[in-house]
């Protein structure tokens, strides 16, 4: 029998700032399962900060969204129907299908998720690709080593906060930055980061020489702006930055750091990275990641918003400084 | 019997832009050599952008330049009266005893030097260390492959010139830049340079797509500002930028690169390096490129100016755009 969903369509395409009018609701019928297929019902579904990139026109890594079709992003729901007998009705699963409530499609592209390990939101967060984000630019890309000390932007965000737990996990000293008093408090009492300070409370040079009086081994960028120029400057020799993404210039350029040559003298490493060309190191990452979260080493802190109609807003909010989520942002979709 | 020498010390630190008035004049009288010591008499000198940094107050990779004392640098001399049998009346020998007609010096700190290869100034040159910076941030740097594509900023000049030559050497599709239209026919004609362009001439991303429309695997940074802008968005996925020295920068700050985002999507790598951590190379390098400059697969274009009078005037030239050097400035100090 098939099941009514409501879904959520690009209308058209940012021009600066993305807006509410970039989104549009329709109503669907989604079919029944055919052989090889499931459908699904979403429980939650995540919003991040690359899906501003794939509303422009163009290529990047990961294609566009097309407009008049529904947004795409990860997501967990419960089969509700199957076409395929290793998926029965029950199972949990991770797709890419959010932005929808219920949907149909191929068992194969789909993940079956283990719920006693962590609750089904966990797998949009710190044990996804949330999670893998944070490991791979500390551990693959900056190579970061036990004990150095790390500069983490955004440090009470979703990659940040799963970033900072970590370092620290590693017996790193941990800076981290953040955007509220809230936020700066959730860094030091809940996260435990060493040293943590409001980006908009003075120059971030300060923070980072008051912080980090030897100096930064690794900075984790997930701003660009000021941050990244002042840990340019705070960088030892041979320093290593990731470049995760710069949220501050998501919707308009912003000016590079003027002290790129800090980079020749001091021998600095700067690298960019994509999750999606890590996906096959997933194992390696929740062999690791999955006891610490059962163990509470690692915390999983998310902030949650209500309905399908509370997604578009909630991805706004994220873009942009002062965003209301700690941790990861997740909207609930289903009980 | 000492021997008058003239050298030039700086007398004061530039407080922005370098200027003549930092520099002095002065005579001493140069002892006779002791026991393992050398008196030598400098046939030719090098300046080089690096040395700008050394003006300045504070901390670098190389110890900065005293108030009063006479600068250092690169140079070849011939030794005039030995206290080391080692090193005979005659030995041509590399060292870092420049701005200066004729030192004493222990014979442990001088380096040996093969004239049946090259010419002495070729030590200053391609077959020293400007052509191992160059080799360097090509092959361990950037690990340049060959037939990849690659563009090189200041490409007529010491560095430029001899990356571009070893570019070429490895199959590679070479791109770069100059200031003047007598350089970039020196590109195109002497260097054989795939496509060379005037960096004045108009935006430098049309001239990248227009020499590269596949894009570029690598961009050799010698000047940062708009051409590392443009660089960074004609490189492709996995491109790589060398960051050798933004000589634009040396000055005054200059405004970073407004598309650092790129790195992200594109998974570029940007790494600075600083040539003597790399000295242990000499062999390696020397074993590939002596062989190709006696060959004439190599050549060493050199810019000469004479006497020591003319060195300050020299070395701020190199500083600039517009500056008049083709391949290597070499000022001469005797026959």
Not at 37 to 55: A, K
Not at 73 to 102: I, Q
Not at 118 to 125: K, V
Not at 225 to 232: H, M, N, R, T
């Amino acid at each position: 029998m098939p099941v009514e969903s409501r879904e959520i369509r690009l209308v058209s395409r940012p021009i600066g700032e993305a807006t509410l009018n970039n989104f549009a609701f329709a109503s669907v019928d989604v079919p029944d399962p055919g052989p090889g297929e499931v459908l699904v019902r979403n429980i939650c579904m995540s919003v991040d900060p690359y899906m501003r990139g794939r509303m422009n026109e163009g290529k990047s890594y990961v294609p566009c969204f097309q407009i008049g079709k529904p947004l795409e992003g990860g997501a967990v729901g419960r089969v509700v129907a199957s076409g395929d007998e290793k998926f029965p009705v029950g199972t949990f699963v991770l797709s890419m299908y959010g932005w929808r409530e219920a949907y149909v499609a191929p068992a194969a592209h789909l993940q079956a998720l283990d719920t006693t390990l962590a609750r089904p939101s966990a797998y949009l967060g710190v044990l996804g690709v949330t999670g893998l984000t944070a490991w791979v630019g500390l551990f693959r890309i900056a190579r970061l080593n036990d004990g150095e000390t790390v500069f983490i932007s955004g440090g009470a965000g979703a990659v940040g906060s799963a970033a900072c737990q970590m370092a620290k996990m590693h017996g790193c000293r941990v800076l981290a930055s953040a955007g509220s008093a809230e936020k700066v408090a959730y860094l030091k009492t809940d996260l435990k980061v060493d040293y943590a300070f409001n980006y908009l409370d003075g120059p971030p040079l300060e923070h980072l020489k008051q912080g980090a009086p030897s100096g930064l081994h690794v900075y984790f960028d997930n701003t660009a702006g000021p941050q990244l120029e002042a840990a340019l400057y705070a960088l030892v020799n041979r320093g290593r930055v990731v470049l995760c993404g710069g949220i501050a210039g998501y919707d308009k350029p912003v000016p590079g750091p003027r002290n790129l040559n800090q980079a020749v003298g001091k021998r600095l490493r700067l690298e960019g990275f994509i999750v999606s060309d890590h996906f096959k190191e997933m194992p390696a990452f929740l062999a690791e990641m999955a006891p610490a979260l059962k163990s509470g080493k690692l915390t999983s802190r998310e902030t949650f918003v209500d309905g399908l109609e509370a997604a578009p807003a909630a991805f706004l909010d994220i873009l942009h400084p002062g965003a209301p989520n700690i941790g990861k942002m997740i909207v609930r979709l289903s009980d």
